[in-house]
């Protein structure tokens, strides 16, 4: 603009009349001064820069639905077996055994689902809940007898199903509804988590489940304490209309010992003709856990149960305990031994007054993660003859056998299942 302003000027100058000297020199000094400016401007804008690209921007990625909730692990395991009875039993059965229970038969003991999430007070989740779903030879021993249940076929394949929740009071109140594995006697339900492949007498005898109220509160940080009101021993259903009840302490007083008493009792016996009996039932359970080097661990398990029919009838007794020692030789290869004994006073246990005795040494074999082989040999004994051979019409005061067995694991649940 500026430049154009003096242009005009110097046309208005030359249109008039002949410039003196005084004139020419000023518009000399315009003319040059027009330059300057001109000159001035030209460096002081300079080139007008190309547009920088920005660098393409990606898509967001829609976030893609979980199949699983945070915080949930789902697991599964299979649990199979050979074993072979040297008393060759004509029922191909071996007597008073709970899950190793077929004779010179390739068998699946279990095949399990377990989808578990538990609460996380840290994060502020104060509910959780587990199922268990379990198929195979287990399920009949556990799940599927007639005589403890009305309808066992509705929940034969349930093991387990509970929600959780835990209420702020004091150090936090662990509530539980539903369904839960038994923790009278020592021994469980997976066999990974077992010293053993097959289990004790106790294990058989002791109930496998309870279906009810269960609440746990951590008295101190080393003692919990547990009350329990249930529909009975192995009941998912009442079929008496009464209520057992039971309390539990579990002291872990270091991470190398842990130990456990309990009481259960309530009406046990099954309505007749919409009477039931009112005879009470009582099991004092106790057992502990002492793993007293990385190699060394040993534990025991002493119980007493009592039952009567009615009030004033002869009293039914089962007392005895077990003893367990293992030893490491590295970590994916251990032995362990187990001596357990039975006095069944009555045949509340195995239908007739005798004292039983199981010796068992198991080798497992961690080959890979989640899978694991165990070979076992174990014999019972007894005081009188009891255990089937060949020939129905003869018994023996023993039975040993013999097994491998496989098992197979995988999930997001760490540790004892």
């Known amino acids: 603009m500026k430049p154009l302003l003096l242009s005009m000027a110097t046309a208005a100058v030359l249109a008039q009349e002949p410039l003196s000297e005084r004139e020419k020199e000023l518009l000399a000094r315009l003319e040059k001064l027009e330059a300057r400016l001109a000159a001035l401007e030209a460096k002081a804008s300079g080139p007008v820069p190309a547009p920088v690209p920005l660098p393409p921007t990606r898509a967001a990625k829609p976030e893609e639905p979980q199949a699983v909730p945070p915080g949930t692990s789902v697991n599964v395991n299979l649990d199979g077996y050979f074993g072979y009875n040297f008393n060759r039993p004509f029922s191909a059965a071996n007597t008073l055994r709970a899950y190793d229970v077929s004779h010179n038969s390739l068998s699946i003991n279990q095949a399990g689902l377990i989808v578990e999430r538990a609460p996380d007070l840290e994060r502020g989740g104060r509910v959780g809940g587990r199922l268990d779903l379990m198929f195979g030879q287990a399920t009949e021993t556990l799940q599927g ?37 038994s923790s009278l006697g020592i021994e469980g339900n997976y066999t990974k988590d077992q010293w053993n492949y097959s289990r004790s007498y106790w294990f058989n005898f002791l109930p496998f489940y309870h279906m009810g109220f269960r609440a746990t509160y951590p008295v101190t940080g080393k003692l919990n304490a547990s009350y329990w009101l249930t529909n009975g021993a192995n009941q998912t259903e009442d079929f008496n209309t009464f209520k057992s009840q039971a309390v539990a302490l579990n002291l872990v007083p270091s991470r190398r010992f842990s130990a456990n008493l309990q009481y259960f009792g309530g009406q046990e016996r099954r309505a007749v003709n919409g009477r039931a009996p009112r005879g009470r ?44 020692a293992r030893y490491r030789f590295n970590p994916r290869f251990n032995v362990a031994g187990r001596f357990a004994y039975l006095r ?74």
Do not use: C
Not at 154 to 179: E, N, S
Not at 286 to 308: L, N, P, Q, V
């Open 145 to 181: 007898s007639p005589a403890n249940e009305p309808r066992p076929f509705v929940f034969r394949h349930i093991f387990q199903a509970y929600g959780t929740v835990v209420a702020p009071v004091g150090r936090g109140l662990t509530v539980d509804f539903g369904k839960w594995a």
């Open 344 to 417: 069944d006073s009555g045949g509340l246990f195995s239908g007739a007054t005798q004292s039983l005795k199981d010796t068992t040494i198991t080798a497992t074999f961690d080959l890979l993660d989640g899978f694991q082989m165990r070979w076992e040999v174990r014999r019972d004994g007894s005081d009188t003859a009891f255990f089937p051979t060949a020939g129905p019409e003869r018994l023996k005061r023993e039975q040993t056998a013999a097994l491998l067995g496989l098992i197979w694991w995988f999930g997001g649940k760490r540790g004892a299942w």
């Open 281 to 324: 039932s009582h099991i004092v359970d106790g057992y502990f856990t002492w793993h007293a080097t990385d190699r060394w661990s040993f534990a025991a398990e002493a119980d007493y149960a009592i039952s009567r029919v009615d009030p004033t009838s002869a009293p039914q007794r089962v007392i005895g305990g077990a003893g367990y």
